[in-house]
């Protein structure tokens, strides 16, 4: 819903910029003077408001064509089962990734799709009563509802079952093999079925089980096709050398160069015993292997829908990858093979590869065994995308593991988003309503003049800046969360209720810092979109802006003076619905007790008082 800007915002404009309003423009003349009874009294004839239809000016984004393009992946999605919280998760901080770096004016291109082929895919639907095409479609069509869901922006979805993808698979694979990087041999060796991948007896546990997915190895003797991984130790050793940031969080990089020092093998690429796959160039009884097929899909995606399969044209459309963001168990695929593929076939290298931690549920790791999995369908449909996405970002610090339970959850996004913004913004456009006809009575950059607080918003909104940049989301949240804590503080500390009752110059200064903290809000909505951008809609659109604006607004929006003296804010009403806990509600009724006059009044109540 577009927000009102009454007609005499307009006319400020034109007298501030003349340039950008028709010179026969009828003008409406007030006092510039801040004159105030108990209630500010502004002209009893008020113009029609109109909508607010401000575009970010061309000076602040760089065109399409100058932009700097940034592309991001997630991984390929196995369509094994459904959509679990830990592919959620992953996706949830790639499209705050690609959301802040579009803020940044940058050409961004998100890339997201599921891994569909292999033996998993064809036990599965087997076990299902359906074909390996039918179960594909299902699956993938769940992840494609869950992230539209989950608000994700991504910008290309790629399904390693699209004719494209196979053409460009085939083609990489021919150029391996000129170059001399893939022969045929016997292979024996333990293999785990869930991993898609042969493994070293020194990295097994007990009774030859997977470390990762607690099952026995099976022996497995197989006719294959290989590629020469060893060839390329070297030139990885060298790569971690020359860039150090390709592996993120640094300590991710200790694992890759052990894995690397150890001693590179070759890996089979091809399976003869699994029909569900893409075929090898020139020998159809074999298919190729699940990750040589998967990881090309982060290439294949970049191609245009309708254009011929290329695997020079998918290149030049983007590659290399600013950043493949992937869970810490497929980082040896990621950081060790991925890369030595590409320097076989003359490809260049993505810039960085970034293994975020595993999720675990009241302290405890998830399984269906263990009855303790947590449904991302079943979370979004109870507490709603922003909370969701708010809970994950801000409390698990990226990179590491993260723990979630319930009472934490609600606790967390009641806490910042119910109370230490949404509240501050409805107190604030309750008494603007009250006392100001809900219209501004300065220009925020004005109302600051010598303000504290304009100096500490603008110190929190570049340490948020910084943690955006170097993937800190958690810490980005934080800041941008100190900056509604530094709202309330001034709210508290100027009471300018008490204020607009004493009427006069204090009235005048009350409205000013209405302003100065609606500023603060504002500055909130943008530097916090990145997470959560329904709810930060929500506040923009209670600001005044439409949903335009906000679509097209950019970093540089966080600079103190967005809000001009004038303009009309829209009724307040709650931003974020406080979720009710339960037990919460159960122990209240049970122990309700009339509150008495001396106690601590609740915020709610403080609230209702202001007004």
């Known amino acids: ?76 999605y196995y369509v094994n089962a459904p959509p679990h919280m830990g592919s959620a998760y992953t996706t ?39 074909t390996p095409s039918q179960h594909c479609d299902v699956i993938s069509q769940a992840y494609k509802t869950l992230w539209k869901d989950l608000e994700i922006s ?35 060796g333990l293999y785990c079925v869930n991993c898609e991948e042969y493994k070293d007896e020194k990295e097994l546990l007990d009774n030859n089980c997977c470390p990762m997915h607690l099952k026995p190895c099976i022996e497995r003797k197989e006719d294959n096709y290989f590629f020469a991984l060893s060839k390329y130790q070297k030139q990885l050793e060298e790569n971690l050398r020359q860039n150090p940031n390709f592996v993120q969080p640094p300590f ?35 298919t190729i292997y699940v990750w040589f097929d998967a990881l090309l899909g982060y290439i294949s995606a ?57 999720l675990t549920k009241d302290g405890m790791k998830m399984g269906k065994s263990l009855g303790n999995t947590l ?38 996004v009641n806490a910042h988003l119910a109370n230490t913004i949404g509240n501050l913004l409805n107190r604030t456009l309750g008494l603007l309503k009250k006392n100001c006809q809900s219209t501004l009575v300065v220009d925020s950059a004005v109302a600051a003049e010598g303000n504290a607080l304009k100096d500490a918003i603008e110190k929190l909104v570049e340490k948020a800046r910084i943690h955006y940049e170097n993937l800190s989301l958690s810490s980005a949240c934080e800041a941008v969360l100190e900056i509604g804590n530094a709202g309330n503080a001034y709210m508290d500390e100027n009471a300018p209720w008490t204020r607009f009752k004493q009427g006069g ?12 903290i609606l500023e603060a809000m504002r500055i909130v909505a943008i530097a916090l979109s990145p997470v959560a951008p329904s709810f930060c809609w929500r506040i923009y659109e209670q600001l005044g802006y439409s949903k335009d604006h906000f679509n097209t607004v950019t970093w540089s929006g966080t600079k103190w003076g967005g809000l001009k003296g004038g303009q009309v804010m829209a009724q ?40």
């Open 154 to 188: 991504h910008d290309k979805f790629i399904r390693t079952t699209d004719p494209k993808h196979e053409g460009i698979v085939k083609e990489f694979y021919s150029r391996v093999l000129d170059k001399g990087d893939i022969y045929r041999a016997d292979y024996e």
């Open 505 to 516: 110059a204090a009235s005048e200064a009350a409205a000013k810092d209405l302003v100065v």
């Open 252 to 286: 991710r990089t200790n694992e890759v160069q052990s894995w690397i020092k150890s001693g590179l093998k070759d890996f089979s690429i091809s399976r003869a015993s699994v029909d569900w796959g893409i075929p090898v160039p020139n020998d159809n009884k074999q």
């Open 572 to 611: 307040p009403k709650p931003v974020f619905a406080r979720i009710e806990n339960k037990t919460e509600l159960e122990d209240e009724a049970a122990t309700r007790k009339p509150v008495k006059s001396k106690q601590k009044k609740p915020q709610a109540q403080v609230a209702a008082e202001e007004l």
């Open 1 to 76: 819903m577009a927000a009102r800007i009454n007609y005499s915002v307009q006319n400020t404009l034109c007298l501030l910029n003349p340039l950008n309003y028709p010179v026969n423009a009828k003008t409406t003349h007030f006092k510039t003077g801040l004159n105030f009874s108990k209630n500010l009294i502004f002209p009893r004839k008020l113009k029609r408001p109109t909508f607010c239809t401000c575009a970010v000016s061309n000076n602040d984004r760089q065109s399409s064509e100058a932009a700097e393009t940034f592309v991001l992946t997630t991984p390929l």
């Open 375 to 412: 449904e991302p369908n079943e979370l979004v449909h109870n507490f709603g995308s922003d909370a969701v996405r708010y809970f994950f970002l801000r409390e698990v610090e990226f990179g590491s593991d993260g723990d979630y339970s319930e009472e934490r959850f609600i606790n967390i």
């Open 302 to 358: 970049l191609s245009a829908e309708k254009e011929q399969p290329d695997l020079q044209t998918a290149v030049s459309s983007g590659w290399p990858a600013s950043l493949h963001l992937i869970g810490k168990d497929i980082l040896r695929f990621h950081a060790v093979y991925w890369p030595a593929m590409l320097m076989s076939a003359g490809l260049d290298l993505p810039k960085k590869v970034f293994g975020h931690g595993f």
């Open 92 to 130: 949830i901080a790639a499209d705050a990734i690609a959301r802040f770096q579009r803020l940044l004016g940058k050409k961004v291109i998100f890339v997201t799709g599921t891994d569909e082929h292999g033996e998993k895919i064809a036990a599965a639907a087997a076990a299902a009563g359906s």
